[in-house]
């Protein structure tokens, strides 16, 4: 998980820090990467969602990652979402599954 509301970054320094991440969990295997970013009520929580999703549908127009969703997704009947659980049975224990969080984004790798 990539926890950006737990330090408050700018926009720029959110999208390195999510891209860093990106590829590290491609190294190591990882199917899924969380990221909590907030949804907007609160500070830069809005901004960073908003970069958020335009960095991710770039990445995933040219082929660095598979797909990616919103936190609203993030449940057993979205097809979307049952690829990743699929792929990596262990996600299913995650906390947010299930719960329409607007403050997460989900990228599958």
Known sequence: ?????????T???A????????ERA?????V???????YGSHGKGGAILSALREKLRILKKSGKIKNYF??????IFD???????NRDK???GDEDLNKANPGITIIVL
Request: hydrophobic share 50%; net charge negative.
């Open 26 to 30: 491609k190294f190591d295997g990882t």
């Open 32 to 38: 899924a990467i969380k990221v909590l970013h907030g």
């Open 79 to 85: 097809k979307d979402a049952l690829d990743a659980l």
């Open 1 to 9: 998980m990539i926890n950006l509301k737990e330090f408050s970054p």
């Open 15 to 22: 999208l390195a820090v999510v891209e860093i991440e990106i």
């Open 90 to 92: 262990s996600i299913f």
């Open 70 to 75: 919103a936190g609203d997704k993030w449940n």
């Open 11 to 13: 926009v720029d320094y």
